[in-house]
């Protein structure tokens, strides 16, 4: 019993003492939470297919328990939720991207942004299905379309430039197009690249010099006045240029084609039917060939006849009028040629005289009962005027025939007082057949032109004038 009651003692002791020291010791069992959390580098720049690590943030305070992050990582990363380290190897691309890492033990938690993005793995292994072309220039160029492996590219590139005509798709890296030009054989490196690298591959390109094509004369059957320049004829082809020009049979006495350029001109210096002579452009890859006819025979002819021309020396006003004379060469093999329709276009010295207005000639007054043509109608341009006039819109109805000079149209023109007045000496001023404001914006392209039957167009000779104003006394 005495026993008992001393062991009694001694725990109650031991319970004081332990009460009064504390728990462990005297030392506090409190646990508290990460502080200070931080990554010495806060923005990563990533790669697909290579491995990355992201060492944990330094923190203050009680070792973290648990690490977490949100959102999700990009595919192919995650975060060690003992050690806080982010790993893996990135399977797809990624933009920009914030991060919320956070850090906790039974203390609390704190959090950090991290920033990471994942660039595409860089192209590899280009391919194209030809390494080496040659083709005529002016045909089609193989459509060539590329394949590329590993990470994808939408920005192709080639050095040197492909040649003209032939074009790289820079987004899709297709190669197509129809060359314009030669080029001897020459080495072109095509490049597919994006942030994170490139991958190239070489084609051989030659482009071999094509023969002329597509060889065409504007005017292909043309009549022409003898003794007189004729207008030259002139050609256009396609392909390649030309080296040499030649035209079978021989052209007549005073024609001549030019064998640098095809063009035909001269002023003849005889008559002769209607004749087609076939012209071969070539170059040593080729040749092509056109027909031209061409008639030397007195033809439609323009004149122009001066009414009137005079003008007070004091005032400088006055004016003068002149008819405009078509006449008909009597050697036309369909003489006296039935006409449906003529244009013309006339110009004049614009520091001198004024077109006033354009009538009739006597000799159109009698159709239609005395109404005259069923179309008479001028534009006036910046250098002087254009005519149109349509005899009949059937050719049943009948024409005008010029077997005899034909008084066709008749024109006025005013002074222009600055540049007459005190000329006591009078003036000679061109009258110009032709337009050469024709082109400008609002000026119809009108040529000098006969039509025979609604279709057929001659082009006559035309005479120009000297317009002569003398002073009133």
């Known amino acids: 019993m005495q026993n008992s009651s001393r062991l009694i003692g001694k725990i109650l002791l031991l319970t004081v003492i332990t009460a009064t020291i504390g728990g462990c010791f005297g030392r506090s069992t409190k646990i508290t939470a990460p502080t200070a959390l931080s990554y010495p580098i806060a923005e990563w ?3 697909v297919g290579q ?10 305070g009680d070792a973290p328990d648990i690490w977490t992050v949100t959102p999700t990582l990009p595919l192919g990363l995650s975060i060690n939720s003992i050690t806080g380290v982010i790993s893996g190897t990135p399977e797809q691309e990624c933009p920009p991207n914030f991060f919320t890492i956070t850090a906790s033990n039974f203390g609390g938690e704190t959090s950090v942004s991290l920033t990471i993005q994942v660039h595409p793995e860089a192209p590899c292994d280009l391919v194209y299905p030809l390494d080496s072309v040659q083709i005529l220039a002016f045909t089609d160029f193989p459509t060539l379309n590329p394949t590329l492996a590993c990470g994808p590219s939408n920005d192709y590139s080639v050095d040197p430039a492909l040649p003209d005509g032939i074009s790289l798709d820079i987004f899709s890296g297709v190669i197509s197009g129809s060359p314009i030009i030669s080029q001897p054989p020459t080495l072109h490196e095509v490049t597919a690249s994006n942030v994170t690298g490139s991958a190239s591959f070489t084609i051989l390109i030659e482009i071999v010099p094509a023969g002329p094509c597509d060889l065409v004369y504007a005017n292909d059957d043309v009549v022409v006045s003898p003794f007189a320049p004729m207008d030259p004829i002139l050609p256009s082809t396609g392909c390649g240029d030309p080296d040499l020009w030649e035209i079978d049979p021989p052209l007549p006495d005073g024609v001549s084609i030019d064998a640098a350029s095809g063009v035909i001109s001269g002023t003849p210096a005889v008559e002769t039917p209607r004749i087609v002579y076939t012209v071969t452009a070539s170059n040593e890859h080729g040749s092509d060939d056109a027909e031209i006819a061409l008639r030397i025979s007195p033809v439609f002819s323009y004149e122009l006849d001066q009414i009137s021309g005079e003008y007070d020396p004091d005032t400088g006003e006055g004016g003068a009028e002149v008819r405009i004379i078509l006449t008909e060469g009597g050697d036309n093999v369909t003489f006296p040629t039935q006409i449906l329709m003529l244009s013309l276009a006339l110009a004049h010295d614009t520091d001198r005289l004024d077109f006033t207005m354009v009538t009739p000639g006597q000799d159109l007054t009698g159709f239609n009962d005395g109404q005259g043509p069923e179309f008479f109608g ?14 009949s819109f059937s050719a049943d109805e009948g024409g005008l025939t010029a077997d005899v000079p034909r008084e066709v149209a008749v024109v006025t023109y005013g002074t222009i007082p600055d540049s007459f007045s005190g000329d006591e000496d009078g003036v000679a001023s061109e009258l110009e057949w032709g337009n050469p404001s024709a082109g400008d914006p609002g000026v119809p392209s009108v040529g000098n032109t006969v039509v025979l039957d609604g279709v057929t167009g001659i082009m006559p000779v035309t005479f120009g004038a000297s317009l002569d104003l003398v002073p009133t006394e």
Request: no cysteine.
């Open 51 to 60: 491995f990355a690590e992201i060492p944990a943030p330094i923190v203050l």
């Open 45 to 47: 720049v990533l790669t």
């Open 378 to 391: 001028h534009f006036e341009t910046p250098t002087g005027f254009t005519l149109g006039i349509v005899f």
